[in-house]
């Protein structure tokens, strides 16, 4: 898979201060925490790992390969680290799963012999509704 030490040790966190309600020291603490990481730069990936993220992330990352993620959940700025890296890890994880290869099935022929039993049923209680042609 990847080395997740090694992929945490190329993430880049900025401390930011957290919008909302926060008593007193709202305008002292810096407790949300912004994780950046470049997709393409990273040594911990290899390239088809780069390229399967690259693909299946494309609605997360920025012009320039980047993922940015923030975490404002806690007062606490330890904790939303924690809670960010764990987002990030698990995005990446998500990203690297394989999806399994559909099977093409064919239709039995029961089931098609049903379905169309059942329009000429349903076809046959129409025209019965019908008033009667008179010559």
Do not use: W
């Not at 090694?6 to 008593?23: D, M, P, W, Y």
């Not at 603490?29 to 290899?46: D, I, P, Y």
């Not at 076809?123 to 042609?133: C, D, H, I, L, M």
């Amino acid at each position: 898979m990847f080395d997740e030490k090694h992929l945490i040790s190329e993430l880049n966190f900025k401390a930011v201060r957290s919008s909302g309600a926060g008593g007193q020291h709202v305008n002292k603490t810096a407790s949300k925490v912004e994780l950046t990481f470049g997709l393409m730069e990273s040594s911990a990936l290899s390239d088809e790992q780069k390229s399967m993220l690259k693909k299946s992330l494309s609605s997360r990352l920025t012009n320039d390969n980047g993922i940015i993620l923030y975490c404002e959940e806690s007062r606490s700025q330890h904790k939303n680290k924690a809670l960010v890296i764990e987002r990030f890890l698990e995005l990446i994880k998500q990203g690297l799963v394989v999806p399994k290869k559909r099977k093409k099935t064919k239709v039995p022929k029961a089931v098609k012999l049903k379905r169309l039993k059942s329009k000429k049923e349903t076809s046959q209680k129409k025209e019965n509704r019908k008033p009667p042609e008179i010559n």
